[in-house]
């Protein structure tokens, strides 16, 4: 196959960036979208040129590191993957492939393709986990019986991988899909009960602190999701938050 | 020669961690906020071990290469993770979690770490769940568990195939709540470049922020190396792409041991590799082992015609099928041990019987799951009569729920469909049992210095059973460092804060600055990952699943020029005050150079086969590994000198008193 790649390129986060065409050839069906950005990268190393940096790193879809905006969807045009999982069979000899970093205000360009994400970290730490000691002195496993709907309800929400498509989707860089996954998978589970108020409350005071948008409820969220993580979790956020609120 | 000193307790196997947790020394909580704790990766073992830690009181400072702890490569396990619950009451206990770990690894662990692990193993279950690990449950809300390779008893714990998602999401959420509490300090997108000895003790480290590019003094009293194996060595390997060797092997250089490089554990089932530009294997969990048939054509014929495309294997009927796991090993069959597996798939292949273009593929099939699944699904919702469709409908479902993700990746991958045509699967590397050397209390030969999850030697031997990582990474960061660590600097607490401008700190910076600086200035012909590609297949020809003498030699005088070529030649684009993938990977690929020259050094000198470490010289007349334990049942923990090739042998002998020495046997 033979290519056009437009694609972003920023030296750093204080730089101003522009789209810089690359000719590829040679590329095969069988390559993921990843490895096909290897071979240009080789091309421009064995130029002297600077190679485009894009985060990557497990490879298989499940750290959540590799992200890239291509052709104006996160992810690529392919379903319930991440763009290390989308393969060049995907796409036609001849094709423009136009490829940017994820766009939000409270994800700031590092360099080219790469995009600081650490406002997740940062709603993560403000309530997204169950104030237990690891010690190791619990009670046993089974004696927290849990419905396995609800189990599994909690194990979907709990799959969402952190790679801020969801908010390179939505036409307002909201992040209530990626936290009222961690939010429904606490809410869930008799675990996360005790501190369900404080822990809405503070991780969705975090998110607005980021400078993510709203909801507005268009649903390009759940499409993109490379996890398939369901709208229903926001419904769900927005529950327990007015509860939350009207605990005082 | 030196006797390396494991530290073992005294007395009884079941009370030696017991009676040590009770013997050793607590640093008293207003002490512990004087003590500062590295810790060099944040997967299962460091993220546990930062969140346990912080929260006894010590101040913690983590550092990963990704942007997010969260994003460390224990999140890409699939299957499960064991623990001697018995839940299942098929006769589960510790002493059989050691005995199959201990019989798994080959009889190259030591049983102290071993029975310790098993003894931790059910509480790692407890605490995961307190934590809101989403597990998989039974309709009557109870834990799920199910088999794994090498054992008879169904003790793995899962959640889907993304148990280390869940496992590490829940480490991550207990760091994170000391992130807010203030007691870990986490620094992303830093690597560690070197290790800093003050009087011989651990103190610090030096870190590169990978955006800006600065090299970063930090002190400590303690650091605890948690940062994963080796197995990039070979270039293609299921890890991720950024899994590396250099804080361990920085570490070897300042005087840790390394023990066992050579042990590699090459997993059966994974996607085979396609061509010249692949980046990386993606592993099938091996719990599709439980449900899926591995199988060959019997005939020749068939298997040329498929590999050419006139023939399909759903068109072989059952007699024309080789089921050789099931024929070779009928006690276990499809779940013998990985290395096991691994080497049965490749005899089959390497007599000509591979499936796929390149020859180096079976099949792992799932059609009898799908109907037996199918038959128990009718019968159970009260279909008497159900068709071969209405069958295969429901199985299929019912393998969806278990396997779903798992199927849907490969479907992605290969663009075939796992569900109506068997998947095709190929040995790749996988994991490294090898590591630095740790004593009892998980301390390298550095004073002050840890090392744990697969960064350390000391659990698995010679092959490591499914779903016993995780056990080990979360093991060592929740419950045994917690413990030991306080021991050795209940002997600091009157140190006070380590500072950063000392004579050794300057030093150090300097020697990683210096090591920068020959990589940027380096001849500029070829690319890092020329080099790195030019290694693994070193690696995966020579040094792979079949090792022999002439091989591993060769091997060696390969590796040595290949890295003197590197150090003349590679070239590296860009700036080193900048962010900079190629100098990452530089840098990376300079640590592996070393430490495959040592790999194939400690293949060479062990001459029997254990475990992963095959060594075609020493095997039965059936074609399985031949151990000799008369004169290599020891750990071989190498000292740096210099040059790989002046590295010095150090033995640490192995001692089974609470088990017998056998053949492994799987028949």
């Not at chain 2, 006139?310 to 009927?317: F, N």
């Given at each position: 196959m033979k290519l056009t790649l437009k694609i972003w390129r920023q030296e750093n986060a204080k730089a101003t960036g522009k789209m810089v065409s690359y000719p590829i050839d040679g590329i095969e069906g069988d390559m993921s979208f990843l490895e096909m950005l290897d071979v240009l990268n080789e091309e421009l190393v064995a130029k002297g040129e600077d190679p485009v940096e894009f985060d990557h790193d497990c490879r298989e879809g499940i750290c959540g590191t590799c992200s890239l905006q291509i052709n104006g969807e996160p992810h690529g045009p392919d379903r319930l993957i991440t763009t290390c999982q989308l393969h060049m069979r995907k796409f036609n000899d001849g094709d423009t492939i136009v490829i940017e970093p994820f766009r939000a205000n409270a994800f700031p360009v590092v360099k080219d393709l790469i995009v600081d994400r650490s406002a997740f970290d940062r709603i993560q730490q403000a309530g997204g986990y169950v104030s237990v000691n690891t010690s190791g002195n619990t009670i046993d496993a089974n004696s927290i019986p849990v419905n396995k709907h609800d189990a599994d309800d909690s194990f979907a929400a709990a799959t969402c991988i952190g790679c801020g498509a969801c908010v390179a989707a939505c036409k307002n860089a909201s992040a209530m899909l990626f936290t009222s996954a961690k939010v429904s998978q606490y809410a869930l589970l008799p675990q996360g009960q005790v501190e369900a108020t404080d822990r809405v409350m503070n991780m969705v005071r975090q998110m607005d602190l980021e400078g993510f948008g709203n909801c507005t409820n268009t649903g390009a969220c759940e499409i993109e999701c490379p996890k398939g993580i369901s709208l229903e979790n926001i419904a769900r956020m927005n529950r327990e938050y007015l509860s939350a609120s009207t605990k005082g | 020669m030196s006797i390396l000193e494991s530290k073992i307790p005294e007395g009884p196997l079941k009370d030696k961690w017991t009676k040590h947790k009770n013997d050793i020394n607590l640093v008293n909580p207003a002490n512990k906020r004087n003590i500062d704790i590295i810790i060099v990766g944040t997967g299962l073992a460091g993220g546990a071990a930062a969140a346990t830690l912080a929260e006894l009181g010590y101040n913690v400072k983590t550092f990963c290469y990704q942007d997010s702890p969260r994003r460390a490569h224990s999140i890409a396990a699939q299957g499960g993770i064991n623990a001697s619950k018995n839940y299942q009451g098929d006769g589960d206990s510790d002493y059989r979690l050691f005995y199959d770990t201990v019989k798994g690894g080959d009889y190259r662990s030591r049983e102290a770490n071993v029975y310790r692990l098993a003894e931790v193993s059910g509480n790692i279950i407890d605490q995961c769940v307190a934590q809101g690990v989403p597990f998989a449950r039974e309709y009557g809300g109870y834990l799920d568990n199910r088999s794994f390779g090498g054992v008879l008893v169904s003790r793995t714990f899962y959640a889907k195939g993304q148990t280390g998602q869940q496992l590490l999401l829940g480490a991550y959420s207990a760091m994170n709540r000391q992130i807010n509490r203030g007691k870990i300090q986490s620094f992303n997108r830093h690597e560690m470049m070197d290790l800093v000895l003050v009087d011989g003790k651990a103190r610090g480290i030096i870190a590169r922020d990978m955006v800006t590019g600065e090299l970063e003094r930090h002190s400590a009293h303690a650091v605890v190396l948690a940062s994963g194996g080796y197995g990039n060595v070979f270039f293609l390997s299921t890890n991720a792409m950024g899994s590396n060797v250099m804080a361990a092997w920085r570490a070897h250089r300042r005087g840790a041991y390394f023990a066992n490089p050579c042990y590699t554990q090459i997993h059966p089932t994974c996607i085979p590799v396609t061509g010249d530009h692949q980046s990386k294997l993606t592993l099938m969990s091996e719990s599709l082992r439980n449900d899926g048939r591995i199988w060959v054509p019997k005939k020749k014929e068939d298997a040329i015609a498929i590999r050419e495309g006139?023939?399909?294997?759903?068109?072989?009927?059952e007699e024309e099928r080789d089921y050789y796991l099931e024929r070779r090993y009928p006690s276990f069959g499809n779940l013998v041990p990985r290395d096991v597996a691994s080497r049965a798939a490749k005899e089959r292949c390497d007599a000509g019987f591979g499936v796929n273009k390149t020859g180096q593929a079976v099949y792992l099939d799932f059609a009898s799951a799908i109907k037996r699944y199918g038959k128990e699904a009718a019968f159970t919702s009260g279909h008497k009569n159900p068709s071969e469709a209405e069958i295969i409908k429901l199985g299929k479902e019912v393998v969806e729920s278990k396997y779903g993700n798992l199927f849907q990746m490969y479907e992605k991958i290969t663009d075939q469909n796992p569900y109506e045509t068997p998947m095709m699967i190929y040995p790749a590397v996988h994991y490294t049992m090898g590591g630095l050397w740790v004593d009892y209390n998980l301390q390298t030969t550095i004073p002050g210095c840890y090392a744990a999850g697969e960064a350390n030697f000391s659990d698995h031997g010679a092959n490591r059973l499914g779903a016993s990582a995780l056990m080990q990474g979360l093991a060592d960061g929740y419950f045994v460092l917690p413990y030991t660590i306080g021991d050795y600097l209940s002997k600091d607490i009157r140190t006070g804060k380590i500072p950063t401008d000392s004579p050794e700190f300057e030093a150090t910076e300097k020697e990683v600055k210096d090591k920068i600086d020959r990589l940027m200035n380096?001849?500029?012909?070829?690319?890092?990952d020329t080099y790195h590609k030019k290694l693994g297949k070193i690696m995966w020809e020579k040094c792979g699943m079949a090792r022999n003498e002439q091989g591993l030699r060769e091997a060696i005088e390969e590796i040595k020029a290949l890295r003197e070529d590197f150090w003349k030649n590679v070239k590296v684009t860009g700036s080193a005050t900048a962010k900079n993938a190629e100098l990452e990977k530089a840098g990376r690929v300079a640590d592996f150079l070393e430490l495959g020259e040592l790999f194939a050094k400690d293949a060479l000198h062990r001459n029997e086969s254990c475990g992963g470490h095959f060594r075609e010289e020493y095997q039965t007349e059936e074609g399985e590994a031949l151990r000799d334990d008369e004169n290599f049942r020891y750990v071989a923990a190498w000292e740096y000198k210099g040059e790989p090739s002046d590295a010095a042998l150090h033995k640490e002998e192995l001692i089974f008193n609470n088990i017998e020495l056998k053949t492994r046997s799987y028949k």
């Open positions: - | 006139k023939k399909k294997p759903t068109e072989l009927s380096a001849g500029g012909k070829h690319s890092v």
